[in-house]
């Protein structure tokens, strides 16, 4: 079945450093790729719709310029988490759904970040 | 607006035992697709079975099946011989009525699932 990877799993990092998180489809090519948080014990809420080619649609209340999404191809996404802070903490996740459109989104294997 | 609801924050069931956990859904919307995802503990989010609005059948995957009653706009997961392997957080979720080739999902809350011997 088709599968996406999600480098890294875990990070540690320094307040005001940028962290990027990558999100890859290996066997099929991802037009669309979602980014997802999650908070501890708490539901995954978007953050951003990426787009092949194009720029990332933002959800309400998600910072454009904090969270930077690169959709460069068609089998890569990549998150950059930059100047993070500790508030910034948090488990992401990424998610690509398969050509067709009425099937299920498969969901890379999270990045649990940590800023100290 | 879309909501999706899960009432249950944590359900325990005894190995072997079937349990359901619940789902409501609202939207104005008529096509859509109600789709469970499992959470285990390291993260992943494991796809368990999808529904679409359109669909005459009840949705089935091995242990897992979708008791759809779309009047009541309930969804709510089945899973039959529970195993010890099966405690996790369990999310139910919609999709956003189709924009192109891929749609957003919206999830609910949780339910943490126990599975007991």
């Known amino acids: 079945g088709a599968v996406v990877s999600q480098h890294p799993s875990r990070v540690i990092c320094k307040s005001g450093t940028s962290v990027k998180i990558e999100c890859r489809s290996l066997d099929f090519q991802a037009t669309t790729m979602f980014w997802y948080r999650q908070f501890p014990k708490q539901s995954l809420m978007l953050m951003a719709t990426?787009?092949?080619?194009?720029?990332?649609?933002?959800e309400q209340g998600v910072e454009k310029d904090k969270f930077l999404i690169n959709h460069a191809s068609l089998t890569l996404s990549t998150l950059t988490v930059t100047s993070a802070h500790p508030e910034d903490s948090s488990f992401y996740i990424c998610?690509?759904?398969?050509?067709?459109?009425?099937?299920?989104?498969?969901f890379g294997s999270g990045t649990q970040l940590s800023v100290l | 607006a879309q909501k999706i609801t899960q009432t249950q924050p944590g359900m325990f069931v005894q190995e072997k035992e079937a349990v359901t956990l619940d789902c409501t859904y609202d939207?104005?919307?008529?096509?859509?697709?109600l789709f469970w995802y499992k959470q285990p503990s390291s993260g992943e989010m494991i796809f368990l079975i999808y529904?679409?609005?359109?669909?005459?059948q009840n949705a089935t995957e091995g242990r897992y099946s979708l008791n759809f009653q779309k009047a009541r706009k309930s969804a709510n997961l089945v899973i039959s011989a529970s195993q010890l392997g099966d405690s996790a957080m369990y999310f139910c979720a919609m999709r956003e009525p189709n924009t192109g080739t891929a749609s957003k999902l919206t999830f609910g809350t949780g339910t943490r699932l126990q599975v007991t011997l």
């Open positions: 529904q679409g609005s359109y669909d005459q």
């Open positions: 939207t104005s919307d008529p096509s859509y697709g």
């Open positions: 998610s690509a759904s398969t050509p067709n459109r009425n099937e299920k989104l498969f």
């Open positions: 990426s787009n092949e080619g194009s720029k990332a649609t933002y």
